[in-house]
């Protein structure tokens, strides 16, 4: 997937080993950390990173879990999940960021 975020980019030229480790690390809980399936666990990084309030985390997992099939429906609701949790302000701003990466 291409880099969303210029600052990511920057990032991993500037420090390429901690890149690579990080990556891995990812790679690895990604692959061997259970049973999940791709999808399963987009939508999962998708609501974690709207929970978070992390907006440029949201929007690369918002593409990536477009990119393994996750329809703008399941998108949504992984959104709406959000309310009752950790309510509705925080569902706005991540339900913004949903919209503005359309």
């Known amino acids: ?3 969303l975020h210029a600052i990511f980019t ?6 390429p080993g901690i890149h690579e480790k990080e990556a891995a690390l990812g790679r690895e809980v990604h ?3 259970g049973p999940l399936d791709e999808r399963t666990r987009a939508l999962i990084k998708v609501a974690v990173a709207g929970a978070s ?3 440029r985390a949201l929007e690369t997992h918002l593409a ?3 990119e ?3 329809s703008d429906e399941e998108l949504r609701h992984a959104l709406l999940l959000l309310i009752p949790t950790c309510g509705f ?3 706005m701003e991540a339900y913004q960021v949903y ?3 359309g």
């Not at 920057?10 to 420090?15: L, N």
């Open 1 to 3: 997937m291409k880099d």
């Open 10 to 15: 920057e990032f991993k030229a500037e420090f």
């Open 31 to 33: 692959l061997a950390g």
């Open 53 to 55: 309030r992390h907006d």
């Open 64 to 66: 990536k879990a477009r």
């Open 68 to 70: 393994v099939g996750a």
């Open 89 to 91: 302000p925080t569902f």
């Open 99 to 101: 919209k503005r990466a």
